[in-house]
């Protein structure tokens, strides 16, 4: 064993959070100047019991989907304790904070040396590959990969989903089954995956790609040790009608259940977005507004590069709060008008792709109260022009 993995991360400690009673009592409390984020653990509760409860096995968290270990801490107290992980430094992050978790290399493609580390140091056994390059790298690097579950992933259509994940990873029911042989061969257990896209709004995309991956095995002739349905489950945005969460596990349960699967083997989900969007809210001050323009202090380099993606049409929950005369706040209603929305920085490009209708006498150091923010905002915000949003408190209530 030849290798010299990076130290892994300092632990996080978390530092202790204020907890308010109210989005209300946060901002009169605070006043902030810069973004919040609010952290609501019973939804995270409602969200993680919902694919305990439910989902027919066992529910792994895709990391990705927001990394920050505030969110971490809040999954693995309601119960998570598998995790979805794309990198050796996913794996260091999952592994230091909890000794009781198990980590899977989903990523379909590895830095090199990534599977040696995560194989010989963390102890994985779960990787993912889609061709044979891929599959002779992490053989390579794990001696064969005799101790290994090597899932084969396979594309899908892109059906009910808003954001279409088959175009970088994945291959045919016929190269998955071929790829099934050969892992089998090499004395590794042949498994498979599979992503119908992320926001997907329709169960029966699920059902569609269990067919396919059903195809690869009766390709391949052999056992499959474990079938992963992936992520896709949505959020509640504004603007997608999304189906009660048991349809979909309905129809995966019923997919499920014809699928040739080896005695004994295991069914996974790894959901992002259905774990992490309700938890967090994001507080955002008005800085500015300049007749029907406003200004906020959080913009697509901060929390809302996920607006930016061609294909999304979906939209953040949102309220307003103003500070009256006597100091303190309430709700600001009214009548309604589209405002167009400048984030802080000097860039030209950081400004939301839709305007977002907002009440007409909304005024500056007014608040905005974004939910449904947990997923693919976050994780995805940068330090550019010397804005990053990090500071967090708890809301207990709701
Ligand atoms: C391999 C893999 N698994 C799971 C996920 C999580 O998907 P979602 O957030 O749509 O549930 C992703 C998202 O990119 C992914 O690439």
């Known amino acids: 064993m030849n ?3 990076a130290p892994p991360p300092a632990s996080f400690a978390a530092p202790a959070l204020r907890h308010f009673p109210s989005f209300a009592s946060a901002i009169e409390g605070t006043r902030p100047a810069n973004p919040v984020y609010v952290l609501h653990p019973r939804r995270f509760r409602a969200a993680v019991s919902r694919f305990l409860d439910s989902f027919p096995g066992t529910t792994m968290y895709a990391v990705k989907a927001n990394p920050v270990p505030h969110v971490l801490d809040q999954l693995h107290e309601a119960g998570i304790r598998h995790f979805d992980t794309a990198s050796l430094s996913e794996i260091e992050l999952i592994r230091t904070r909890y000794s009781d ?3 899977h290399f989903m990523a379909p493609v590895r830095i090199p040396g990534e599977a040696r580390a995560a194989w010989q140091v963390h102890g994985l056994t779960d990787f993912v590959v889609d061709c044979d390059p ?3 790298k992490l053989l390579g690097e794990t001696e064969g990969g005799k101790d290994l579950r090597i899932f084969v ?4 259509p892109l059906g ?4 279409e994940l088959s175009s970088k990873f994945g291959t045919t029911p016929a190269n998955a089954g071929r790829l099934l042989k050969r892992i089998a061969s090499a004395g590794a257990k042949p498994a498979l995956t599979f992503h119908v896209g992320s926001q997907c709004l329709s169960p029966f995309t699920y059902a569609q790609a269990v067919e396919l991956a059903r195809r690869a095995v009766d390709v391949a002739g052999v056992p499959v040790h474990a079938l992963d349905v992936g992520g896709g489950f949505p959020g509640p945005y504004l603007g997608n009608d999304v189906p009660p969460f ?8 019923e997919a499920i259940g014809g699928f040739p699967l080896q005695d004994g083997a295991e069914v996974y989900c790894e959901p992002g ?10 507080i955002a001050r008005v800085i500015l507004r300049r007749d029907d323009q406003i200004f906020l202090n959080d913009g697509i380099y901060g929390s ?10 979906a939209d953040y929950p949102r309220r307003v709060y103003t500070f009256g005369p006597n100091g303190r706040v309430r709700e600001r209603r009214g009548e309604l008008k589209p405002f167009k929305v400048f984030g802080p920085t000097c860039d030209t490009l950081d400004v939301l792709p839709r305007p977002l209708t907002l009440p007409k006498t909304l005024q500056q150091d007014d608040y905005i109260v974004f939910e449904n923010m947990g997923a693919y905002s976050i994780a995805l915000r940068t330090g550019f022009n010397g804005f990053y949003p990090n500071d967090w408190v708890v809301l207990d209530s709701e």
């Open 3 to 5: 290798i010299q993995p």
């Open 101 to 103: 978790a198990t980590c």
């Open 134 to 136: 891929e599959l002779d």
């Open 153 to 156: 992933r396979v594309a899908t």
């Open 160 to 163: 009910g989903a808003m954001l």
């Open 246 to 253: 048991h349809w979909y596990f309905e129809t995966v349960r």
């Open 273 to 282: 977005r259905a774990l992490a969007a309700e938890g967090v809210s994001l």
């Open 304 to 313: 809302f590069d996920e607006l930016s993606v061609p294909a999304w049409t």
